[in-house]
């Protein structure tokens, strides 16, 4: 049903005066999995030159975002634009019943219904194309993709919702409606499409569970912090250790802000330099110096009861996540309770609103608040797209000197040809080959002996992060916990460099149940007194509990099968534990390339050669032998070396006391697996109950985990022993 002519502008006005009710939580729900401190163990690893170093009250704020929409409004009416009819529709508000809302997630499909829905074509027609003959949006709340996230039920944050452009030149389903594109002159849908290519994600939001009191009370103490500076770093004390010298530039601000009185003051055109102060590195030079490491008592620095202490975590958790997509706009929500901030990159400081009682916003109402936080949005992402835009250009004109060096070849791509009956492109083996392949898997062994008489005794690995928006300006310090009493005691505790080693994580290589892998080098000093690094390092970090568990189960299944001289799997060089919050590492060498990264053929089956399939299986014949069961092989568990060695990884779900009933029929899961009978993305139903020693039982050993919200069937059983 159409808004008639004579009606439109009330309808709008009575959209913008809508505060939504308050929701209420799920009586028989009460208890949410709660967000442990800190939020994410990467948010103190953010480089220094993009850390949040200030928190500042904005009470203006609130305000300026409702001046925005009358400032829009009346420039509409002065304009002398017309607002269509066509589709309007979309602004007749549709009565809901909202029950309750179990977690963090149902809060934010909840926004989206009764606030998103509405705001987006508004917002759209005000600012990007007010002549559309009907009304249509070309913005989006919906779901976004961050790194290193958890996609659980019933947690009490979530945060893989948010505002995008819906516009991609590739994809015309995604362009806002044909006719309102049409209707914006060409300049201003080239600045769109850019702005959408730069920025994914426009603005952070945090969604927080209802009657959680934990963040309810985290969003109030945010107060705690505007008086006194704020400090993400981590308490060891390595004045050796210091971070990579890295020119980072700063991302720009948008100069012209309406939304922010104390913001436009300190924008003087002028960028800061991206280098660290020398007094802020210790007088070290970048990198690594062989010195005494202190580290702090073993009390956690966070503590899950302390609500400051979650306030720091929600702040620096939504900063980092704003530097993550270079956004501006950050919204902290718990359902009933809200803040609003601006992240104001020259200075590193964050300036928030007051708190806001959701349900008790009059003047404004949440709806002009947030239709005024969506025309910020836009705003300043347009500006920061411009500004883009004419430092390109700049460098562009820049003359360029070319190299003095002979060009690279290029590589040639291989051509579309029908890959099911190509076979692996391989030069016969010749004998000079062979002894050189020899050669080098007898190289790569000495080294992972070396690197494992190195580590004999080192008890203490400082972790560092150095890719993408991570540098760490001071280690995160982990203490090997291999043994029940390896934990530290309660007083500082100072390493030498022959008690320690660094390893640092230069790339992600995939997330998974169990935490994140990364590509790593590990630095050490020598017995004989000499630096040493070694690359080919792998880490996988763990921070939620159930994660931990598995990390500590694959470590256990590995030191098995190491004492049973197993060949063919990582060698693992330690388990390690963060020193001030939870967090595990496990450090291990890296097994080659991973199967799923070779292009399938065309009946969906995988490409392997016949020496690589005959190494599988030996690999899978030893383990067997050592008693393990893998429990989850498949192309992605899978990899080959560079020499056509080939291994097996991945074991945190492995049961070290498996039947021989199992085991026979996992080596016949991955046969069928090698020879296309099984193809490589179907769930494995070959591999039967975990146990035969008893019937299937799917209360101890599936869950349901929902990730990117497809809802899969996962494997969680983790024995160490046998079952009586």
């Given amino acids: 049903m159409q808004v008639a002519r004579e009606n439109l502008d009330a309808t709008i006005q009575q959209l913008l005066t809508y505060t939504p009710n308050p929701l209420p939580q799920n009586p028989d729900h009460l208890a949410c999995d709660p967000a442990l401190t800190p939020i994410s163990f990467y948010d103190f690893h953010v480089d220094d030159q993009l850390s949040l170093k200030r928190v500042a009250l904005l009470p203006s704020l609130t305000t300026n975002l409702a001046k925005i929409v009358d400032r829009a409004m009346d420039k509409i009416k002065a304009d002398g634009v017309t607002l269509p009819t066509g589709g309007s529709h979309v602004l007749l508000r549709t009565p809901t019943n909202i029950k309750h809302v179990d977690d963090g997630k149902a809060v934010s499909e909840v926004y989206k219904s009764t606030i998103a829905n509405y705001i987006n074509p508004i917002a759209s027609m005000l600012l990007l194309h007010p002549h559309a003959p009907w009304w249509t949006s070309s913005l989006e709340f919906g779901r976004c993709v961050l790194s290193h996230t958890r996609y659980p039920r019933n947690y009490s944050l979530h945060e893989n919702a948010g505002l995008s452009f819906r516009v991609d030149p590739d994809d015309k389903s995604s362009l806002p409606a044909q006719a309102a594109w ?19 994600q426009l603005a952070v939001f945090h969604f927080y569970s209802e009657g959680d009191a934990q963040s309810e009370r985290g969003l109030r103490d945010i107060d705690k912090y505007f008086s006194q500076p704020f400090n993400p770093r981590s308490h060891t004390s390595a004045p050796g250790c210091t971070p990579a010298k890295i020119e980072r ?27 660290i102060p020398a007094r802020e590195r ?60 601006y992240r104001h990159r020259e200075s590193q400081t964050l300036f928030i609103s007051e708190i806001l009682g959701v349900p008790k916003c009059a003047d404004p109402s949440y709806t002009k608040l947030h239709l005024g936080l969506y025309l910020s949005v836009i705003e300043d992402t347009l500006e920061r797209t411009r500004h883009l835009i004419e430092k390109e250009y700049l460098l562009a004109r ?12 290029l590589k ?56 993408l928006h991570y540098n760490s300006f001071a280690p995160s310090s982990c203490w090997k916990n291999d043994r029940p009493n390896s934990r530290l005691k309660k007083t500082d505790k100072v390493c030498s460099p022959k008690d320690y080693f660094v390893v ?12 994140h892998a990364h590509r790593a080098t590990l630095e050490l000093l020598g017995r004989d007194g000499k630096p040493r690094t070694y690359s080919n390092i792998v880490v996988k970090l763990a921070t939620e509990p159930k994660a931990i568990t598995r990390l500590r189960n694959e470590y256990k299944v590995y030191e098995h099968l190491k ?36 292009p399938l053929l065309k009946s969906g089956a995988i490409q392997v ?102 809802i899969y069937e996962e494997t969680v059983l983790v024995r160490t022993q046998p079952r009586s």
């Fill in 182 to 200: 049409d209707s914006m002159e060409k300049s201003r849908r080239e600045l769109l499409e850019k702005a959408g290519e730069l920025f994914p």
């Fill in 249 to 275: 530039p700063v991302p720009p601000d948008a100069i012209n802000t309406a939304w922010g009185d104390l913001i436009a003051s300190l924008n003087s055109g002028r960028r800061r330099s991206s280098r």
């Fill in 282 to 341: 210790n007088g070290c030079k970048s990198g690594t110096r062989w010195i005494k490491v202190t580290l702090p008592h073993a009390s956690p620095h966070f503590k899950k009861d302390d609500p400051q202490d979650f306030s720091k975590s929600m702040l620096l958790h939504a900063w980092a996540r704003a530097v993550e997509v270079d956004a501006t706009f950050i919204v902290i929500n718990c359902a009933n309770h809200e803040r609003i901030g």
């Fill in 398 to 409: 820049q003359p360029s000197v070319a190299p003095e060096e002979s060009p690279k070849t």
């Fill in 412 to 467: 040639r791509k291989r051509g579309d040809e029908d890959v099911s009956t190509s076979t692996l492109r391989k030069r016969p083996r010749t004998r000079a080959a062979s002894a050189r392949e020899c050669a080098h898997r007898l190289d790569a062994r000495k080294v992972l002996d070396e690197i494992d008489d190195e580590m004999e005794g080192r008890r203490l690995a400082l972790l560092r992060v150095q890719y």
């Fill in 504 to 515: 640092t994580l230069t790339s992600a290589l995939c997330d998974g149940s169990t935490g």
């Fill in 563 to 598: 004492a049973s001289d197993v060949k063919g799997i990582p060698r693992v060089f330690g388990i390690y534990s963060d020193h001030e919050v939870k967090a595990t590492i496990l450090v291990m060498s890296e097994v080659g390339e991973a199967l799923w990264q070779r």
């Fill in 609 to 710: 050669s016949p020496e690589e399939r005959e190494g599988f299986i030996n690999v899978l014949k030893s383990i067997h032998t050592a008693g393990v069961r893998h429990r989850d092989v498949r192309i992605m568990n899978m990899a080959v070396k560079d020499d056509g060695s080939v291994g097996i990884f991945d074991f945190d779900m492995a049961d070290i006391f498996a039947s021989e009933a199992s085991r026979e029929r996992e080596m016949a899961h991955l046969l069928d697996l090698l020879d296309g009978k099984e193809l490589p993305w179907e769930p494995q139903r070959t591999l039967g109950t975990p146990d035969n020693s008893r019937p299937y039982d799917a209360n101890d050993a599936f869950e349901y985990v929902e990730v990117e919200g497809v």
